[in-house]
């Protein structure tokens, strides 16, 4: 079992730029692919980006596409999540995700999920 804690949230004004970082610990052996889901208040947990656990083939929402960089430091076990040009709608809790074997959009194919991080974006 692998636990995932996320940091890096916060309150910046929309424009503004942040990163979020997901630490990997427990099971370190296993290379796991990465994904990020968000949550607003009122709404379901979407998908908001997902990596491979080679590295390659990153998918991202529609949403987010172009502002937004998810990558990994398998040295060092963790996953980020780069945030750019951040927008009021962008304000949810952030979680982390990983999976051993697949790597998509789909939250119920995660097999571990981290306990969520705010990040809230003023107008």
């Known amino acids: 079992q692998v636990r995932l804690v996320e940091s890096g949230g916060g309150l910046v004004q929309a424009g503004d730029s942040l990163r979020l970082s997901c630490a990997q610990s427990g099971d370190t052996s296993t290379r796991y692919s990465m994904g990020w889901f968000r949550q607003a208040p009122g709404k379901q947990r979407e998908f908001v980006a997902a990596?491979?656990?080679?590295?390659?083939?990153?998918l991202y929402s529609d949403a987010v596409r172009g502002r937004f960089t998810i990558s990994r430091d398998n040295a060092l076990n963790t996953a980020t999540l780069q945030m750019n040009s951040l927008k009021p709608e962008d304000t949810a809790i952030y979680y982390c995700?990983?999976?051993?074997?697949?790597?998509?959009?789909?939250?119920?194919?995660?097999?571990?999920w981290g306990q969520g991080i705010q990040v809230t974006v003023s107008s």
């Open positions: 990596l491979s656990n080679s590295g390659s083939g990153a």
């Open positions: 995700a990983a999976s051993s074997s697949y790597v998509g959009r789909y939250a119920d194919y995660y097999d571990s």
